[in-house]
């Protein structure tokens, strides 16, 4: 069976408000990793 891992990554409210959310999901996929799940919470 494989190894997976999982990998949790918050921004911040400051990242949220200066329309950085996608700009820091693309980076995370460059690098290999691959979105499962999102949630927003206020």
Same mark, same amino acid.
Request: glycine share 10%.
């Given at each position: 069976?494989?190894? &997976? ?35 927003? &919470?206020?």
């Amino acid at each position: 069976m494989a190894n &997976l891992e999982r990998t949790f990554i918050a921004i911040k409210p400051d990242g949220v408000q200066r329309g950085l959310v996608g700009e820091i999901i693309k980076r995370f996929e460059q690098k290999g990793f691959r979105l499962v799940a999102m949630k927003f &919470l206020r």
